[in-house]
């Protein structure tokens, strides 16, 4: 018998006293206070690593003024950060000193640990990861306004707004990737392009007015789109070569959608039977002021493989026919990603 089975058939004979003694205040005591000690909220709270930026468990991380490291290591050979720009006329120049997060003063554990052996951290913003503050330019921006400042179009996108008869509006879109990108020299783009990669579905009971597109996240802000693409091309190396088009951006209406609306009424729940739980006795969904709730639904690789033979375009194709007929049965599950 090996010596592991030995201690087992030992464990197994070992008088066991049944019932067992009640609990003593000792134990007790002992069991509450290492209960309480191990919820204490400074246990979960997690925090910035000042040179990686992830998330870490504040009780896992030290103060980098206490660190005994060499800062010197996160001071990149070939400038990773670049200083606000202003003008045109600004040099373009790093910003001095550490590459670090601003506003935290924390070093995660792995870090820690990897600069103390004289090495870069991998996950390091001064390893090329640094991208710098969002300014408020390009902060608040809307899902149209978002696309028209992007260079690359990867995807196309149908964004479907349902209102119910009680006047409750949700929203969300379906996106896949485009076989092939397209690259724009000049943005935005010019205004019939987006009928290409965008498409808008309005369901309820009334002809939707400014006011209803003022609450969906289709409508774009001349001046905000303007705004966002002079600091990119100052700031950016990938927009430095952009071309703004301010005859592209006059042709997008400010108030309603830039592409065509497709109205269907409905006086209907905006609730998807399929996607309801058994328990769920809302009558609708959404809300009646303010911005709509927004959600996105990505199609992958991963996902399109399970729909067989199915191509993106199709996908698209039969989404936006049944949500106009509200009857045709779907063969393939397009649901899922609806709801
Ligand atoms: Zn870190």
Same mark, same amino acid.
């Given at each position: ?5 030995a ?7 070992k ?10 205040e000792?134990? /007790?005591? $002992? ?8 919820i204490?909220i ?8 000042t040179?990686?930026?992830?998330l ?15 800062? /010197? ?7 990773v950060?670049?200083?606000e ?11 001095l ?12 554990? /792995? ?13 390091? =913003? ?6 710098? *503050?969002?300014p408020?330019? =390009?902060q ?17 996108c /149908?964004v479907?707004?349902h209102?119910?008869?009680m ?10 990737s ?17 009928? *290409? ?42 927009? $430095?070569?952009?071309?703004i ?20 009424m409905?006086? $209907?729940?905006?609730k ?9 006795? *809302? *009558? ?56």
């Amino acid at each position: 018998m090996t010596r592991k089975r030995a201690s087992r058939a030992k464990q197994t004979h070992k008088a066991i006293n049944f019932p067992p003694s009640p609990l003593d205040e000792n134990l /007790t005591d $002992a069991t509450v206070r290492g209960f309480a000690e191990d919820i204490q909220i400074s246990n979960f709270i997690e925090s910035a690593c000042t040179v990686c930026g992830l998330l870490a468990y504040k009780s896992d991380m030290s103060p980098l003024a206490d660190a005994n490291i060499d800062s /010197t290591l996160l001071i990149p050979d070939v400038p990773v950060t670049r200083a606000e720009r202003q003008a045109t006329t600004d040099p373009i120049r790093p910003l001095l000193g550490p590459v670090l997060l601003p506003g935290c003063d924390d070093i995660c554990k /792995t870090c820690l640990e990897e600069l103390s052996e004289g090495k870069l951290p991998p996950d390091s =913003l001064a390893n090329g990861l640094w991208i710098g *503050e969002v300014p408020p330019v =390009l902060q608040d921006l809307s899902w149209t306004e978002k696309m028209l400042i992007s260079r690359v179009k990867h995807n196309i996108c /149908t964004v479907k707004v349902h209102v119910s008869g009680m006047s409750k509006m949700k929203a969300n879109v379906v996106s896949h990737s485009l076989p092939m990108p397209k690259i724009y020299h000049a943005l935005p783009p010019p205004r019939d392009d987006l009928d *290409e990669v965008l498409a808008f579905m309005y369901i309820g009971p009334n002809v939707p007015t400014h006011k209803e597109f003022k609450r969906t996240p289709m409508l774009v802000r001349r001046n905000k789109v303007k705004e966002a693409l002079e600091w990119l091309k100052l700031n950016h190396e990938d927009y $430095a070569d952009l071309e703004i088009s301010y005859e592209n951006l006059d042709a997008y209406p400010e108030d309603e959608p830039p592409v065509v609306v497709n109205y269907t009424m409905s006086m $209907a729940t905006n609730k998807d039977s399929e996607a309801t739980a058994v328990n769920d006795t *809302e *009558e609708d969904e959404g809300v009646e002021d303010g911005d709509c709730p927004f959600v996105v639904h990505g199609l992958t690789g991963t996902y399109l493989e399970h729909l067989g033979k199915v191509r993106p375009y199709e996908i698209t194709a039969r989404a936006v026919e049944h949500f106009k007929s509200q009857d045709v049965p779907l063969a393939v599950p397009v649901w899922v990603w609806w709801t």
